[in-house]
């Protein structure tokens, strides 16, 4: 029995191939690029990914004596990766949304600052953001 994982990370993707007892038989790696169009902003090329994932499961497979039976896949935590009813990328580029993506906290910021002002003229009370991350920039 032979066992591929992969974990499709944000900097690495690895493919590791185990035989039934859990020894290692075969790992490949494929360094990963994030993009950062603009402050704030943590993309990835959802294509690229997929093409490291194709490529790093492959690779381990041919290394191995035995047939592939079980093929086992992990991601990023907090990403969002978005597929139409096709399984292609959505949007106008094809780039997922990482974990680091601060581009929604940065909107989030000016709009409550909007509001804080439009508030404090019209006398009403209103809370500030609430960010996932200790740095909204």
Not at 14 to 29: N, Q, S, W, Y
Not at 76 to 83: A, K, P
Not at 97 to 123: I, M, W, Y
Request: one cysteine or more.
């Amino acid at each position: 029995m032979v066992a591929i994982c992969i974990d499709a990370g944000t900097s690495l993707v690895k493919a590791v191939a185990f035989d039934a007892d859990g020894t290692e038989l075969a790992i490949a790696r494929h360094p990963m690029v994030v993009r950062h169009p603009a402050p704030a902003w943590s993309e990835q090329d959802m294509p690229s990914v997929w093409d490291a994932v194709v490529a790093a499961a492959a690779e381990v497979a041919r290394q191995c004596a035995e047939p592939v039976d079980l093929i086992s896949v992990t991601g990023q935590g907090d990403g969002c990766w978005l597929v139409d009813s096709a399984g292609e990328p959505t949007g106008p580029a094809p780039d997922s949304v990482l974990q680091a993506e601060r581009k929604a906290n940065c909107r989030l910021c000016t709009l409550s600052l909007r509001t804080a002002a439009a508030s404090s003229r019209d006398g009403i009370s209103v809370r500030g953001p609430v960010f996932s991350s200790s740095n909204p920039e």
